[in-house]
């Protein structure tokens, strides 16, 4: 805790606006250190929103592949070679929409386990910063406590 000179009317004023001015450098400092997390929260949700559009392509890849499907049946009923020529072109397919689904949810679970991270890092600095403020308001209380007990003698 910080100590003041005493002087002939209280504590040393330009002592105390030093300190007050370490305290606002501080805080603002603090304040700056939460926006910028905030901006990193609004880019997790962004990477959010690029999950859920990933999600729908793959979607998308399921409808195309049952498409196809449907396709490769017709193709059968006109001839033996088309038929074996659309078995092979379904599997390749297939496979390629299998992997490309694979990896695609492999990383958006990889990032959602990185946002969670982040989110729970934010969460114990928001805990820690609010400590911290509450510490330094309960000191500058305490001083003007100190302050009105020394008015009063």
Excluded at 4 to 9: E, G, K, P, Q, Y
């Amino acid at each position: 805790m910080e100590r003041f000179s005493r002087v002939i009317r209280g504590y040393d004023p330009e002592e105390v606006n030093k300190f007050l001015d370490k305290v606002i450098a501080q805080v603002e400092g603090m304040v700056e250190e939460i926006k910028a997390k905030d901006e990193q929260l609004k880019a997790y949700k962004n990477m959010e929103a690029e999950y859920s559009a990933l999600k729908q392509s793959k979607e998308q890849y399921v409808r195309m592949e049952e498409t196809l499907k449907r396709t490769i049946m017709m193709a059968e009923r006109t001839t033996e070679q088309v038929k074996l020529n659309a078995y092979q072109e379904r599997d390749v397919i297939v496979n390629d929409a299998k992997k490309n689904a694979n990896r695609i949810i492999n990383e958006a679970l990889m990032r959602s386990e990185s946002i969670q991270r982040e989110a729970d890092s934010l969460r114990r600095n928001v805990i820690v910063f609010k400590k911290r403020l509450r510490d330094i308001i309960e000191t500058q209380l305490e001083v003007v406590d100190d302050i009105e007990k020394i008015e009063l003698e």
